[in-house]
């Protein structure tokens, strides 16, 4: 029922700037925290940054915090996440993912997943 979809991937330089959007259906989208999480090959799909219903909120991993910026349009039932700055170690698939948690840990608690889209940035 519930369903994600990532847009927004692509190949840049380092240095460069990528908005990535996710949109949800199946779901009341204000009802929910939404979060952007990513995965590089090899490695264990990490948190990158969540928000809350309202939007009010955020939270970011240490490792993009000062770069990226994540939004959300209630209206449209669509999260977006801006990045900026980007460096090769960003290069991951990124994944959107909605939480209907109200605990104050925003890197867990995701019950449905998007398929991801690429970014890939060189140096």
């Known amino acids: 029922q519930v369903q994600l979809v990532e847009s927004g991937g692509g190949l840049v330089q380092a240095g460069d700037s990528l908005r990535l959007s996710c949109v949800a259906s199946?779901?009341?989208?204000?009802?929910?925290?939404m979060g952007w999480f990513r995965q590089a090959p090899g490695k264990e799909r990490e948190f990158v940054a969540a928000?809350?219903?309202?939007?009010?909120?955020?939270r970011y991993a240490g490792s993009v915090k000062g770069r990226f910026t994540i939004s959300r349009d209630n209206a449209k039932n669509t999260v977006y996440l801006e990045m900026n700055s980007l460096k090769p170690e960003d290069t991951a698939v990124y994944f959107c993912?909605?939480?209907?948690?109200?605990?104050?840990?925003?890197?867990?608690?995701?019950?449905?997943w998007g398929q991801g889209t690429q970014v890939t940035v060189s140096s």
């Open positions: 993912a909605v939480s209907s948690s109200y605990s104050g840990t925003y890197s867990e608690g995701y019950n449905y």
């Open positions: 199946g779901l009341s989208f204000s009802s929910y925290r």
């Open positions: 928000i809350s219903r309202s939007g009010s909120t955020t």
